[in-house]
C-alpha cells in the first residue's frame, strides 16, 4: 500500500512536526511518496529538511494539485492561515493533530489530546490535518471560521474536527453557515425581528464596564466618522451593552482608547457581538473569539470578518446603523 502524503510549509516551527508525520507513515508504508510544497517565505529550511530525509519533491504552492494527494499535512496553528490552506486544498481539515496512528481500510486514524487525556478519530481518505504534537486544544470557533471561508467556493469542506473538553475529536462539528441579511429597510426590519429581538438581553447592563457586558457593539474605521460611531451608543442603550473599538478606529479619533479591542486591547467575551464597519484583521478578532453569536455589518462581502459571523447584513454601515436603531426603537 503506497500513499500520496501532501506537507504544506508555511515557515512556521510546527512545519517539521507536520514533515515528521509525513516521513512516520512512509516508514509504515515504504511506497508512498512525500511531497514537500512552499506555502510561506520562510519555509526555506523545512524544504532543506524534506530533501535531507528522503522526500520524492519539494516544490512550490503553485504545483500543489487538489485531489492528487491521500494525506495533506501542515503545522500552521493559525484560523486564518489554516482557512486559507482549506480553501486550497478543497479537503475538510482536522485540526489539532497529536498524531497519525495507523490505517485500516482506507481510514485514517489521528490521535489528539483532549484535557490531558488521548482522544482518537478514524476519518476517511483523503484527510487535510493540521499537526500540533504539543497537543493545544482548540476552541470550536476556530474550526467554524476554517469552514466559512470557504463558503460558496468549496462545497467538498463539509466539516471539521474541534477539540476541547466539550467537542472531542470523536464527533465532527457541524457547519454554522452565516445568513445574509440585505440592507435595505425591509432586509434590516427582518434582522432586528428575527435576531436581535431574540437574542438581546432583557437586563440591562450598560453600567457594566466592556470587558464584562453581555452585549458589545463594535465599530470600525469603516463607519467613517466619529458621529457615525457616536451613533453606536444609542444602539447600544437599546440593545442594553456597550461600546467598543478597532484599532484603526481609535488611532482615527472616533473613540477613546480604553474601548479598544484586541490582543493589545480589551479582550471581551459577549454574548451577542455586533461589528460594524469592521474588517476583521487579527489583532481585533484576538480579543472577540470566545464572545457566542457574531454580527458583521459591512459593505465589503469578502471581509475576513463575515468568515468568523454567524449573521452578516452586506451594506454601508454608516446608512445600515440608522436603520437598525430605528427599528429596535419599534420592535424591542
Do not use: W
Request: aromatic share 6%.
Amino acid at each position: 500500500m503506497g500513499l500520496n502524503i501532501a506537507v504544506l510549509a508555511t515557515g512556521v516551527p510546527n512545519d517539521y512536526k507536520a514533515l515528521e508525520q509525513a516521513f512516520l507513515l512512509k516508514d509504515k508504508y515504504p511506497e508512498s511518496k512525500v511531497a514537500v510544497f512552499s506555502i510561506g517565505a520562510c519555509a526555506a529550511g523545512v524544504l532543506r529538511e524534506a530533501m535531507y530525509r528522503g522526500a520524492d519533491e519539494a516544490l512550490a504552492s503553485d504545483s500543489f494539485v487538489p485531489g492528487c494527494h491521500d494525506v495533506v499535512l501542515c503545522g500552521c496553528q493559525c484560523a486564518e492561515e489554516i482557512a486559507r490552506l482549506t480553501s486550497m486544498t478543497g479537503l475538510s481539515c482536522v485540526v489539532c493533530v497529536r498524531s497519525i496512528l495507523s490505517f485500516s481500510s482506507g481510514n485514517i486514524a489521528v490521535e489528539c489530546v483532549v484535557e490531558n487525556s488521548i482522544e482518537e478519530s478514524v476519518l476517511s481518505l483523503p484527510v487535510f490535518a493540521s499537526v500540533d504534537s504539543s497537543a493545544v486544544s482548540c476552541r470550536p470557533r476556530n474550526a467554524y471560521c476554517l469552514l466559512r471561508h470557504n463558503r460558496g467556493k468549496s462545497p467538498q469542506v463539509s466539516h471539521a474536527v474541534a477539540l476541547n473538553a466539550e467537542q472531542t475529536c470523536n464527533g465532527s462539528v457541524e457547519v454554522k453557515e452565516c445568513k445574509y441579511y440585505q440592507a435595505s429597510d425591509e432586509g434590516v426590519r427582518t434582522f432586528v425581528k428575527e435576531i436581535l429581538r431574540t437574542r438581546v438581553l432583557q437586563s440591562a447592563d450598560t453600567a457594566m464596564s466592556l470587558k464584562d457586558s453581555s452585549v458589545v457593539v463594535v465599530g470600525g474605521y469603516g463607519v467613517g466618522s466619529k458621529e457615525t460611531f457616536d451613533r453606536l451608543f444609542e444602539l447600544a442603550h437599546l440593545l442594553h451593552g456597550n461600546v467598543g473599538a478597532t484599532r484603526p478606529a481609535v488611532d482615527a479619533g472616533y473613540a477613546t482608547r480604553d474601548r479598544m479591542i484586541g490582543q493589545t486591547g480589551v479582550v471581551v467575551r459577549p454574548e451577542l457581538y455586533i461589528a460594524f464597519g469592521v474588517s476583521g484583521h487579527t489583532q481585533h478578532l484576538c480579543g472577540v473569539k470566545e464572545c457566542g453569536v457574531m454580527i458583521s455589518v459591512n459593505k465589503d462581502a469578502e471581509a475576513p470578518i463575515n468568515a468568523f459571523a454567524d449573521y452578516s447584513i452586506i451594506g454601508d454601515a454608516r446608512e445600515v446603523i440608522d436603520k437598525i436603531i430605528t427599528y429596535c426603537q419599534q420592535e424591542l
